[in-house]
């Protein structure tokens, strides 16, 4: 029940029931249960419940003059719909009863008036109120919370670069499909001297609003150490250190970075326990790229991560990709997993960086088929498209 | 995900099956954390009836190692299936986390 006590408006032209009222209920008023405030009838009771705002029930009779019980119990929702109405008849009366429950009565009692019955009346009446104005408090925070959640998606799918790099020497596609409202992954491109690109493609442990400002500190990070880098494993290795230093929650991400030279089709890459890219070549078959034994970032400071280089021939086509293609599950709790995206187009190999990225997405799609999608999906795909001079 | 526990000495084992992923990490967190007492020096987490495990599953093993370093405790995991195992390589988790092919290696390395 609420802290303060109930108001409670007693409307009846019969003016002995005011003292019958303060007299039969004063130890619930003196013990601070209730306070009540009368009117005559039913005009007068509306301009109160206008002028006092913290009336919480109206006890009313049927008839009286000016305006009946019956017709104040339509008026009353029209000055607040949570106020609570108990109507009180004359014995037997169930006509007038049905129509006064009909036009919302929470409850009835009958006269002549049985005040421990009608004790009970109130306070199970009362009960329902603070149970109602609990639910319409716990949506409306609810409501906040959605609020939030979007401005968070909203700030998430802003981070995503819009506009795709690339040149007549190579073409890029890339998307990132959340799971929920707020996910983990994401991707991103830098200019680096040269003509050469930074590419990322990252997954963030864990779902939700702490999750997704630790992705925005994670690129925000990567971006800044990209572009003032030497290298792949720098750049892991100076992100890492960054992130652990305030990270009591425990989260991580991990991030497969790669620099790529478009003019020589030298990519160098290091790999902070992310999924191994795969290069398709023109023929459909695959190489995986190797792990470079690095860690997750986040964790523990001080870590290395060694970079490889590796060379795309013409025609090479990289993809980068998270655990939400791989780990993709079926109804029958079977994962998409590496080899079946390997064969992918071992049977014909599309030569267009869109056409490629879409098929990984659609290909993930189907074999799902009516499982929920439990993790963020997010797939790069470069292709060389240049021949070597 | 259900857990069982037992103990050996100071040392809780934790047995756990099916999968942990965004879905119930929390309530394997607050499982485990329920599991360990104050007393504890050692907890090895027998992850061979585990057929899957998320990043989110991965951050509560870490999480409990980081609850445990505090009473100075230490946390080892064991007897990993080949799909759990390759998740804790790929992330490297396997570089900061003791991996052991048993439960008795695992209490043997956490007795030392």
Known sequence: MTQRACKILVVDDEPDLQPLMRQRM????????????FAQNGVEALEMLQEQQDIDLVLSDINMPKMDGLTLLQQIPKVDPDIRSVIISA???????????????????????DFDDLKVTIDRTLRNLTEWREALASRDKLVALQNELDVASKMQQSILPTELPGTDEYKVAASMQPARAIGGDF????????????????????????AALFMMSSRTLLKGA?????GPGEVLYEVNNLLEEENESAMFVTVLYAEYNPAT????????GHNAPVIFHEDGSSTVLPLTDGVALGLMPGLDYRQETVKLSPSDTLVLYTDG???????????FGLERLRRMFVESMPGDAETINDAIFKAVADFAGDAPQSDDITCLTLCRTTTDA | MAISTSREGQTLIVKTEDRIDGANAREFQVDLEAAIDPNDRGLVLDLEQLSYVS??????????????????????????????????????????????????????????
């Open chain 1, 265 to 272: 089709g030298e990519l160098s890459y290091a790999n902070g």
């Open chain 1, 187 to 210: 991707f991103d491109f830098v200019h680096l001297d040269g003509g050469r690109i930074g590419i990322a493609v990252a997954d963030v442990s864990d779902k939700g609003v702490p």
């Open chain 1, 226 to 230: 990209a572009i003032g880098g030497t």
């Open chain 2, 55 to 112: 990043s989110a599953g991965l951050r509560v093993i870490l999480l409990t190692a980081k609850t445990l370093r505090k009473q100075n405790a230490k946390l080892a995991v064991c007897s990993l299936s080949d799909s759990v195992r390759e998740v804790f390589e790929i992330s490297g988790f396997d570089k900061i986390i003791p991996v052991h092919d048993n439960q008795a290696e695992a209490a043997a390395a956490l007795a030392d």
């Open chain 1, 325 to 335: 293609v791989t780990e993709a599950m079926n109804t029958d709790f079977e994962e």
């Open chain 1, 91 to 113: 014995y037997g009366d169930m006509k007038n009863i049905r129509t006064a429950m009909n036009r919302g009565a929470f409850d009835f009692v009958t006269k002549p008036i």
């Open chain 1, 26 to 37: 004063r130890r619930y008023v003196r013990r601070g249960l209730y306070t009540f405030v």
